[in-house]
T-cell receptor, first 118, second 114 residues
Framework: GAVVSQHPSWVICKSGTSVKIECRSLDFQATTMFWYRQFPKQSLMLMATSNEGSKATYEQGVEKDKFLINHASLTLSTLTVTSAHPEDSSFYIC??????????????FGPGTRLLVL | AQKVTQAQTEISVVEKEDVTLDCVYETRDTTYYLFWYKQPPSGELVFLIRRNSFDEQNEISGRYSWNFQKSTSSFNFTITASQVVDSAVYFCAPFDTGRRALTFGSGTRLQVQP
């Protein structure tokens, strides 16, 4: 149980294009999903918290218009990197919090998406 | 706000050795959760344990054990008889009740040599 999928796992794109990453909770409902960014050999940095049916909450320094988040259902959140540039190249990881009782704020992580912007 | 310190950046051990990964946290919450996650080379974070602050019993799961010391704000993780497959980055992460999100430490990279 508690499986989170992420698609695509790898994406290479040209500078200026937009990239959409999907995060799905496969066997549980997630009212809240999280998007993280991780640079090589560094820790995870929370970018935003995505709540089903409402606007995402972005961390300080994260551009809302650059990183568009949509959480349209209890099992799907999407992150769109708009007009991507080489500095956006990173490992993007989503997680989902199990809305069920007893889950105790546990987050389950997707396998991540490696984005390379040329 | 939460703060977490994983002072050990990298640890290298030989297979079958025991190893302890340290985690020290700061919080103003009276009740809170603490987590450990494993990130193998593939990149996916694997949930290892969740500990509620009012439960101070140590926990053992197979070769893994955790020592929670509320008095010193530490939540250390021990792997007994380490194996090569244990090689990964391990993150300690307290739950920030204000932000309702995890705060990740810098991680400890564990290399287990055969």
């Amino acid at each position: 149980g508690a499986v989170v999928s992420q698609h695509p796992s790898w994406v290479i794109c040209k500078s200026g294009t937009s990239v959409k990453i999907e995060c799905r909770s496969l066997d549980f409902q997630a009212t809240t999903m999280f998007w993280y960014r991780q640079f090589p050999k560094q820790s995870l940095m929370l970018m935003a918290t995505s709540n089903e049916g409402s606007k995402a909450t972005y961390e300080q320094g994260v551009e809302k218009d650059k990183f568009l988040i949509n959480h349209a259902s209890l099992t799907l959140s999407t992150l769109t990197v708009t007009s991507a540039h080489p500095e956006d190249s990173s490992f993007y990881i989503c997680s989902a919090r199990d809305a069920g009782q007893g889950a105790g704020e546990t987050q389950y992580f997707g396998p991540g998406t490696r984005l390379l912007v040329l | 706000a939460q703060k977490v310190t994983q002072a050990q950046t990298e640890i290298s051990v030989v297979e079958k050795e025991d190893v302890t990964l340290d985690c020290v946290y700061e919080t103003r919450d009276t009740t809170y959760y603490l987590f450990w996650y494993k990130q193998p080379p593939s990149g996916e974070l694997v949930f290892l344990i969740r500990r509620n602050s009012f439960d101070e019993q140590n926990e053992i799961s197979g070769r893994y054990s955790w020592n929670f010391q509320k008095s010193t704000s530490s939540f250390n993780f021990t792997i007994t008889a380490s194996q090569v497959v244990d090689s990964a980055v391990y993150f300690c992460a307290p739950f920030d009740t204000g932000r309702r999100a995890l705060t990740f430490g810098s991680g400890t990279r564990l290399q287990v040599q055969p």
